[in-house]
């Protein structure tokens, strides 16, 4: 299997669930992303793990909690979402190379609805 | 604020035709500008990157222009497939600190019609 691999493809969640996105990488890139797509506004960038360190978006609420066990994994965990947080969740992978982000490579993104 | 303009929002074509999708950003410094195409539904896909020194750049029907001096990049689709209908996303890549931050714009959603 080669590229970036995302599951589940869709989910629906109640506000009091708690559900974990999987995202896996089959490129041996040194950083992977969390992307948040909604309706008619730009990708916005939630996390990223890279070289072991860890960069986030101060925007982002804390029901969202990633987690990198390695280099080719990364998950998502979610819990007491709101429905504003429907959205297409994408997951990306790169190189790290001088301070500098890589091309990107997408995975099909996690479609989410929060009921 | 870095930003990034995309022109038109949508736009309807018909089979065979060809379109240019316009992007003006305000994103310093510069280190790269890159354009994605996005299926619905799907993630977004690498079409071209472009650095400083480039002012041209192909693959397959599309072709993208840089014009570093006026902060513009153009996305040019020749002789169009239904296939090509997508949104069109340009993406600019600054250095130094927050270098991890990429500034996309909101697309551009292109209908081929037969």
């Known amino acids: 299997e080669t590229g970036v691999t995302q599951t589940p493809r869709h989910l629906v969640m109640g506000m009091t669930n708690k559900k974990s996105l999987k995202c896996e990488q089959h490129l041996g890139h040194n950083a992977m992303y969390w992307y948040k797509q909604s309706a008619k506004k730009p990708l916005e960038l939630m996390f990223v793990y890279s070289l072991e360190e860890r960069v986030e978006n101060n925007s982002v609420p804390s029901r969202f909690s990633p987690e990198c066990p390695n280099s080719s994994h990364l998950f998502l965990h979610l819990h007491t979402l709101q429905p504003e947080d429907s959205a297409l969740y994408l997951c990306?992978?790169?190189?790290?190379?001088?301070?500098?982000?890589?091309?990107?490579?997408f995975g099909e993104g996690s479609r989410l609805t929060v009921l | 604020k870095n930003q990034v303009e995309q022109s038109p929002q949508s736009l309807i074509i018909l089979e065979g035709k060809n379109c240019t999708l316009q992007?003006?950003?305000?994103?310093?410094?510069?280190?790269?500008l890159r354009w994605y195409k996005q299926d619905t539904g799907r993630g977004p896909v690498s079409l071209t990157i472009?650095?400083?020194?480039?002012n041209t750049k192909s693959n397959g029907r599309y072709t993208a222009t840089l014009d570093a001096d006026t902060k513009q990049s153009s996305l040019h689709i020749t002789a169009s497939q239904l296939s090509d209908s997508a949104s069109y996303i340009c993406v600019v890549s600054a250095t130094g600190a927050g270098s991890y931050q990429l500034t996309f714009g909101k697309g551009t959603k292109l209908s081929v019609i037969p």
């Open positions: 992007c003006n950003y305000t994103v310093s410094p510069f280190s790269n």
């Open positions: 990306a992978s790169s190189q790290r190379l001088q301070g500098a982000v890589g091309e990107l490579f």
């Open positions: 472009m650095t400083f020194s480039e």
